[in-house]
């Protein structure tokens, strides 16, 4: 089926593959693996791209015209709680189910005798979020609720914890996790849902959830605090409420569907409960603990997501800019819009660097995928520990970065098409609308700024991350990186006196000083994997990634009189094919150019 934008979907999709299209990506999610798992990841995140671009893409446009819908009721008046999709939805859902999007990390695919890691799984992820950031949000809560099953579940919930993981839509449900109560919001310790045992012996829960994505789920997890149990979060269990064995006559009770801005394709909406059946998962005492196992999956998901809609974002303007002819030359041609398209490039590929960093920590401590390096910096005990800590600081930072970027990007995508990005007949008015979600999904800025100081007051979780920045710094020893590396060093450096000045300080300045702390992070750790980028670029004969790494770290970490006005910063107009086109660069004509005395790098200092 064709839709209304098709004329754009084939602009941006040359060869019909969002993992061709996405070199980052590329580049991120092999870096991330060790070489046996790259060799069989490769395959099928390519297989899924292409499936993503010829059939999810386009179903994805016609799914947000024909969102699910609630029935309540049948036509007799009784209580149904049925969602209705579109066919669109069935054939995608079926697509995510036999390219293994789930599946591939929990269960080993043909050819394999273990698991992909989950950075394979968040590749995947980036991937379907080209299409839909609606559909992601399911996928990627079925694979938290596996994953918590995996890690607590003494084997009772084996049954749904294998279909969670199927490689059969027929046999293959979703998960989803309901939190959210109307008097609490991000206070989940205000949670009030209850849970007591009836005379079977059986647990029930009663309630409400004001804000449930994948209302139909059947699998989701869900918090609920036991009789005599104390209050905030230590109060909390943490229950599977089984849809296949509640109906409306069992005590669950949708109420009706959020009328969202975006991501349409997911329902979310309110449910009640009055004593509905659930099974109790791990431990009951730890039941916030346990589920924010899960909470820091979806938080990467959410890091995937963005960088996933980034990339389309960037490729629907790069080929708007490419074809569209004003004042006698493409858009592309005109120096400002050649600076923005270079500076979106640099800030997508630091995006998908840092999130595909996270997950390599997140491997590393979920399964022991990923080595880590000892330094004289942090002393951990073990490398799980380590990994752990950097987990923990890690995901947050980079959560709240990549969110707030996939917004700039989709505004300003919409901007370089001008009138016809605004209207819906254009997939840049869907990528704005469902990219505003992102920031607020598994936790809004402020929660992430304020978890981040926890994280470092009580774990010295900073102490791993900066040694790993110096690692690779004082790996990078191409004269061509000297005064980039000298930047992210003298970065590093002024997130230690931030630190010092912010532990000492008393709670409520450090708290108004979280987010710049947050942020500061974020661009020291991204600079320091966009030089480890270009010098490994540098031993392979490309010098492209000094160009990146150079205009990211004149962008974010170096100061700039004049608002670089008189920096001298030539590299939208001389190098602009090489850094959005990734073209690559010999080392030597750059070598050349250093030479000069009118160097941005020089003019800089």
């Not at 995937?304 to 629907?316: I, S």
């Amino acid at each position: 089926m064709r839709t209304a934008d098709d004329d754009t979907a084939d602009a941006s999709d040359p060869d019909a593959n969002y993992w061709d299209a996405d070199p980052a990506l590329r580049q991120a999610v092999e870096r991330a693996l060790p070489e046996a798992d790259w060799s069989d990841s490769e395959p099928r995140l390519a297989a899924f791209g292409r499936a993503v671009a010829e059939t999810i893409a386009p179903n994805s446009d016609t799914i947000d015209r024909h969102p699910p819908a609630l029935h309540t009721y049948d036509a007799h008046g009784e209580v149904v709680n049925e969602v209705e999709y579109h066919p669109a939805q069935a054939e995608n859902e079926r697509l995510v189910v036999e390219h293994g999007v789930v599946a591939d990390s929990f269960t080993a695919p043909e050819g394999r005798d273990e698991p992909l890691p989950f950075t394979h799984h968040l590749g995947m992820l980036a991937l379907l979020t080209y299409a839909d950031v609606g559909l992601t949000c399911p996928v990627a809560m079925t694979s938290g609720v596996a994953l918590v099953l995996d890690t607590f579940d003494d084997g009772s919930l084996s049954e749904f914890r294998d279909r969670l993981v199927a490689r059969d839509p027929d046999d293959w449900i979703q998960g989803a996790m309901f939190m959210t109560e109307k008097q609490g919001g991000s206070d989940v310790g205000k949670n009030e849902t209850t849970a007591e045992r009836d005379a079977d012996g059986d647990w029930r829960l009663t309630g409400e959830k004001w804000f449930c994505s994948n209302i139909d789920a059947g699998a989701p997890l869900v918090l609920a605090r036991r009789p005599d149990a104390p209050e905030g979060t230590e109060g909390l269990s943490l229950f599977l409420l089984s849809q296949r064995d509640s109906d409306p006559d069992e005590g669950v009770y949708y109420r009706r569907l959020k009328d969202k801005l975006g991501t349409k394709s997911v329902p979310t909406g309110e449910l009640e409960l009055d004593g509905a059946l659930a099974h109790p998962v791990g431990d009951l005492d730890a039941g916030f603990a346990q589920m924010t196992r899960m909470v820091n999956l979806e938080r990467l998901a959410n890091a995937a997501a963005a960088v996933g809609l980034m990339g389309r974002c960037l490729l629907e303007a790069r080929t708007h800019a490419a074809d569209r002819e004003a004042f006698g030359r493409t858009l592309d041609e005109h120096p400002l819009m050649a600076r923005d398209l270079v500076e979106l490039t640099v800030d997508h590929e630091a995006a998908v660097a840092t999130t595909f960093e996270a997950g390599r920590q997140f491997d590393a401590f979920e399964r022991g995928v990923a080595g880590t390096t000892e330094t004289s910096e942090a002393a951990p005990t073990t490398d799980a520990d380590r990994a752990r800590r950097l987990v923990r600081l890690l995901v947050p930072v980079v959560k709240n970065r990549t969110g707030r970027l996939a917004v700039d990007h989709a505004s300003y995508a919409m901007e370089v098409l001008g009138g016809n990005g605004y209207v819906d007949e254009f997939v840049t008015h869907r990528l704005l609308r469902d990219a505003q979600v992102l920031p607020i999904w598994e936790g809004a800025t402020n929660v992430l700024a304020l978890e981040t100081l926890r994280v470092l007051a009580r774990e010295g979780a900073h102490e791993p991350l900066l040694a790993d920045v110096s690692a690779r710094l004082d790996a990078a020893d191409d004269p061509l990186l000297a005064d980039t590396v000298a930047a992210v060093a003298a970065a590093r450096d002024d997130c230690r006196t931030a630190l010092g000045t912010l532990a000492t300080a008393d709670r409520d300045y450090a708290q108004t000083q979280a987010k710049e702390l947050v942020e500061l992070l974020y661009d020291v750790t991204a600079g320091s994997l966009l030089v480890e980028s270009a010098s490994t670029g540098l031993a392979d004969g490309d010098a492209r990634g000094v160009l990146v790494a150079r205009e990211f770290v004149d962008q974010h970490l170096r100061e700039r009189p004049v608002r670089g006005i008189t920096s001298e910063n030539r590299r939208p107009l001389d190098h602009v094919d090489a850094i959005v086109d990734h073209e690559s660069v010999p080392p030597a004509d750059l070598r050349e150019s250093d030479e000069s005395p009118s160097t941005p790098d020089a003019a800089d200092d």
